[in-house]
């Protein structure tokens, strides 16, 4: 009889709003459906308190950063902030990774000064951050691949990267330089979509030691939660995402590999526990 490994659910908002209250109960939905820890990641000051609280009280793991989305509202004072806290938790084996920090481009604010200088300076006071106390990195990646290959190449630590490209849809050349430089790719719903062909393409191909596995609960449903706009203008609401729909999506990647389920289970939780090696402590933690 074959064991199961259990999943690991590399990124996943627990913390946030759709949630709120429930999320007790959506992690134990989650841990019904085999998924044995997910990575909480922190995304601004105000929130670092809530991943951490929600780590260990499903005993998962978490990270701590401010996400490019929120530098608009962030204060220089707040990288301080950030140092003060990865310090006062530096004992912490939850606290696996520095995180999610990292470029957009996709937003139009964000692609225009002053605020696309304010990310990268942001990014880079991070990086440099998750160098200083030898953390990997998650990171946040839309339109910006190519950005955030250069800084990490410019402030790599001497015993390289560790880390997560979350949500990945970049080009193959771009995977592969994420990969060279220490990173893993993580990939979620959206491979789950016909239409997403390059993606597909991308986690059917790439080797299987680059990927991990994750939701972004409560964003990026696959396409059995998701809506259109069209239905969605009509009052139907978009389907919310949950770290216990990561076995189906995983479901839909070993069939685009051609592996078993198992298979798949076995190598991603591997490829997590390299990309993140705190992670492999927590298995023997009281959660």
């Known amino acids: ?9 590399t990124h996943c908002h627990l913390d946030a709003p759709e949630f709120g209250a429930e999320a007790p109960q959506v992690r134990a939905r989650a841990r019904q459906a085999g998924v044995g820890c997910c990575v909480i990641p922190g995304v601004e000051l105000g929130n ?4 951490r609280s929600l780590a260990h009280q499903g005993g998962d793991a978490y990270a701590l950063g401010i996400h490019p989305l929120y530098v608009a509202r962030a204060a220089d004072a707040d ?6 806290e990865l ?3 530096r004992d912490d084996p939850r606290l696996v990774a520095l995180g999610e920090i990292g470029l957009d481009f996709f937003v139009p604010e964000l692609q225009q000064s002053p605020l696309r200088e304010r990310q990268e300076f942001f990014y880079r006071e991070q990086l440099k951050l998750a160098r200083q106390h030898d953390l990997p990195v998650i990171l946040h990646v839309r339109r910006s691949a190519d950005r955030l290959l250069k800084h990490l190449r410019e402030l790599a630590p001497a015993g390289g990267w560790h880390g997560i490209a979350h949500a990945f849809n970049g080009s193959q050349q771009q995977a592969e330089a994420f990969v060279g ?3 893993k790719l993580g990939f979620g719903g959206t491979l789950t979509f016909e239409a997403a062909r390059t993606i597909r393409q991308l986690a059917a191909s790439l080797p299987l030691q680059a990927l991990v596995l994750e939701t972004d609960a409560p964003d990026m449903p696959p396409h059995w939660l998701y ?3 069209q239905a969605r203008a009509a009052g139907v609401p978009q389907g ?3 770290p216990a729909q990561l076995p189906r999506i995983a479901q839909t990647l070993a069939e685009l590999r051609g592996i078993s389920i198992e298979a798949l289970a076995a190598a991603t939780s591997a490829n997590a526990l390299a990309a993140l090696p705190r992670l492999a402590a927590l298995s023997h933690l009281p959660s």
């Open 79 to 84: 990288l301080a902030g950030l140092a003060d």
């Open 240 to 242: 919310r995402n949950e």
């Open 227 to 229: 809506q259109t706009a």
């Open 48 to 51: 670092f308190e809530a991943v």
């Open 1 to 9: 009889m074959t064991v199961m490994t259990p999943w690991i659910d």
């Open 87 to 89: 310090q006062r938790r």
């Open 181 to 183: 430089l220490g990173f």
